[in-house]
């Protein structure tokens, strides 16, 4: 089980299609360190004490997750943080597009106001391509909006990563949704999201392979055991419970919130 970002990563191997595998497909909304430097562009000027450091990106516990860290000096004047992934060339999937409040930032020790330093976290980027990201940052004083390019590694997802389309998403077509939770009961990446262009966007990082998973509270739930885990869009995993003392011996089907 992974309980805290680790600076560097491997892809994760999936084996291929087994007859034991179980997939439960549920549409989902999302409201979606060795360090090196990355492509950056200033899209519009800050305005008055408020300044950037040069930004810096770090792995995460996958490719589909970065870390964005910069230093920002208007410390009093920063309200919040917003990155959105531009779709692939001929996607028909909306944009993941997430704010971070001051106040969340600060409480997952992402801001210290002590310093300035900031980072961001960006989850749901392609794997194996640039990345292009924009990054917003509110200050009382306005916006300063940078450009960001994100080249991840490749991914091999297995099943996941060579699917059989049968029909695809036409675009200009209009669904209520733009991704899909995925629970693998053969491999330890449960729970897997894809888009509706059948992309592969986010994995796992528990080390769980289960039937037992459910987005809830802006935090993916699965079960382990006799455990029940969190799991954060960032890749952090914390058990929220263990109930071996009250006589469970395992979980198995679905989570109701």
Known sequence: MRTKTSPTTNPINLSPFRRD????????????????????????????????ENIEVSDGPTPFIRFLHTRVSD????????????????????????????????ARGYFDPSNGKLTIPVFGLYAGRLNRVMINL??????????????????????????????????GTTLSYDFILLKNYADPI????VDSDAEIRWVGTAGVGAQNS????????????????????????????????????????????
């Open 214 to 257: 459910i987005l809830f509270d802006n935090a993916f739930y699965v079960t382990s055991g006799t455990s029940l885990l969190r799991t954060e869009f960032d890749g952090l995993t914390a058990v929220m419970a263990d109930y071996s003392g009250i006589g469970v011996t395992d979980f198995h089907h679905n989570i109701d919130p």
């Open 75 to 106: 410390v009093a004047g920063f309200k919040a943080a917003q990155f959105q992934i531009k779709p692939k060339t001929g996607s028909a999937t909306r944009p993941v597009k997430v704010r971070y409040a001051r106040s969340y930032l600060e």
């Open 190 to 193: 449960t729970p897997i999201i």
């Open 21 to 52: 595998l179980l997939l439960t497909a549920l549409a989902v909304a999302l409201a979606w360190f060795g360090l090196s430097s990355t492509a950056l562009a200033v899209d519009q000027p800050p305005g008055a004490g408020q300044m950037l």
């Open 138 to 171: 509110s200050f009382s004083g306005g916006i300063q909006r940078l450009s960001v390019g994100i080249t991840t590694p490749a991914y091999d997802g297995g099943t996941y990563s060579n699917p059989t389309v049968i029909q695809p998403r036409l675009p």
